[in-house]
């Protein structure tokens, strides 16, 4: 069954998505909107910038005009926004949940809610609109504590309070002072969790889920995972955190109660379901911190350049409800990317900075890719950065060692003095060539 697929969204994420897209036999052509320079330089889809994602009629014509057969819907925003909920409603496949489903990410306290009415394991918390009681509440539950806005705030709105005036001061930020607007109208005050995180991705048709790779982000701006966070400066996949008998925990003891929950619930899940998990140091099991109900960035980009399926064919099964049969195949081996950002990044930051050599860089060897996520062409046909988090620099290898010793050779080809990246990815799972001294990924330029 052949089938034209339009993307929705402008990011590395996207950039990944097309990319495995573009190589699904059965897919006939790739669209994305808005997309960015990167997408379509690389030829890996047919970019629409004028078209509004926002606007649900003008991506409903379109889809008709060019007989597009499956929407894939990359980012947060048009999710919680009822893009899902229209497209299905005019009768064109759509891989991404409906706006109801989406309040699992878009709402902290109905993910939370849903926990404990489903017994899903997850981090013990109340939910607060008034600063006192927050703050009454931190007071007796002592530090460290982790302080979230209810609402979507671009992935920055969670505070890990190491003492209680950091928790008072998140407070006043979300709650008195509006740093998030309405998404931190009301905040979420939870136990802090000690153990490693882990990404986990489950593809879900409402009823069934499949369990995709293992992998895990680096949410810290800095090496050794230190200062704010970002939205992610590098991933690896598989995590050998995430075990197999791990991986089975978590589907029978979050994933599936979840999808069975929200189907009880009257708001079924379609799409992915992104777990971010804290494997508990003292119990070893998986808690579930929070929801996503997309793609990871910049997860989704060594999940997409191990994936070997038809990702066109298994995208449609979940729309229909017809997972059931469908598993998946990944290549053996390892992937990294790195993330290259923006100097200044996840603060302010220079946009327009020219970037050179790219080419050079992907040429480094056969399993390097590079994605784009915040880029753009200037008047003279120069590739400038227009974003926080701008390149994802991918390589694939035999092992982790192999993958990462790529990624960071096309890293270091690539010419932007405006940006910066971590030197340091897959740490956690390499840890001995970490503590080497001269090593070159390692000491500073």
Not at 319 to 337: H, T
Not at 362 to 390: C, M, Q, Y
Request: aromatic letters at 6%.
């Amino acid at each position: 069954e052949r089938v034209v697929v339009l993307v929705i969204g402008g990011g590395g994420r996207e950039h990944a998505l097309c990319y495995a897209l573009q190589r699904s036999p059965s897919c006939d052509a790739v669209f994305c909107a808005p997309g960015n320079a990167g997408i379509s330089n690389s030829g890996n889809a047919t970019c629409i910038p004028e078209l509004d994602i926002s606007d649900s009629s003008a991506v409903i014509s379109f889809c008709r005009k060019w007989g597009v057969g499956l929407v894939v819907v990359g980012p947060e925003a048009p999710l919680v926004s009822g893009l899902a909920n229209d497209l299905v409603k005019a009768g064109i496949p759509t891989f991404g949940p409906s706006a109801e489903a989406a309040a699992l990410e878009g709402s902290k306290n109905f993910m939370k809610n849903l926990c404990d009415k489903y017994e899903i394991p997850t981090a013990k918390y109340q939910t607060f609109t008034d600063p006192s009681a927050a703050k009454q509440y931190i007071q007796d539950q002592g530090a460290p504590i982790v302080i979230k806005a209810d609402g979507l705030a671009a992935g920055k709105g969670v505070i890990v309070a190491m003492t209680l005036e950091e928790a008072y001061e998140a407070v006043d930020s979300m709650l008195v002072r509006s740093v998030f607007g309405s998404a931190g109208c009301r905040v979420i005050v939870e136990e802090f969790l000690e153990g490693e995180e882990a990404s986990f991705f489950a593809l879900v048709d409402g009823e069934n889920a499949i369990p995709l790779e293992s992998a895990q982000d680096h949410k810290r701006v800095g090496d050794g995972d230190t200062g704010p966070n970002t939205g992610g400066m590098g991933a690896y996949s598989p995590a050998p955190v995430l075990t197999k008998e791990l991986q089975s925990v978590v589907m029978e003891t979050i994933i599936l109660p979840t999808v069975k929950g929200m189907a009880a619930e009257g708001c079924k899940f379609v799409g992915v379901l992104y777990a971010g998990l804290m494997i508990e140091k003292n119990s070893g099991l998986p808690k579930l911190i929070e929801y996503n109900v997309r793609f990871g960035d910049p997860e989704c980009q060594v999940l997409m350049v191990r994936l070997e399926s038809d990702l066109a064919q298994v995208l449609l099964a979940a729309s229909r409800g017809e997972l059931s049969g469908v598993s998946l195949k990944w290549s053996p081996g390892s992937a990294m990317v790195v993330v290259m950002a923006s100097k200044g990044y996840p603060g302010s930051y220079e946009k327009g900075t020219v970037i050179r050599n790219l080419e050079e860089a992907e040429n480094v060897a056969p399993t390097v890719k590079i994605f784009h996520a915040g880029t753009a062409l200037d008047s003279d046909g120069n590739l400038i950065a227009t974003g926080g988090r701008v390149l994802g620099v991918t390589a694939t290898g035999r092992d982790l060692e192999e993958a990462r010793d790529r990624a960071y050779q096309a890293v270091e080809e690539v010419n932007w003095p405006g940006g910066f990246y971590r030197r340091d990815i897959g740490w956690r799972a390499l840890p001995q060539k970490q503590l080497a001294p001269k090593n070159k990924l390692t000491s500073t330029k």
